[in-house]
């Protein structure tokens, strides 16, 4: 009986342990969508500067995410902010909100 009760100890202990760290990845997650969102709509309306300012907040709350769950989507959503910041630091708004559309694509996909 004992050891019964030391084994639902124990895995209740891991399972408390565990939750904050999946709710953070979900909140960086959330904070990445939202900003790689506003990002798409200013490149749309041709304001790379505002695109860039977006793409890098959710640059950082992606990369919180991946590291407190590694997933391929979470990946590539960075490699497509991060190309997206490239052009639009070079003013390019519309090639930069193409890469932010895919990196939007990959988050929204890592939520799943």
Known sequence: M????????????AAVLMAPTLAVAEDHLAEAISHTKEAIDHGKQGHADMLVTHAEAALEHAKAAE?????????????HLNAAIDHGKQGHADVATGHAEEALTHLEAATK
């Open 67 to 79: 590291n407190a769950k590694d997933n391929p989507h979470t990946k590539q959503g960075i490699t």
């Open 2 to 13: 004992n050891r019964r009760i030391f084994a639902l100890i124990l895995g209740l202990g």
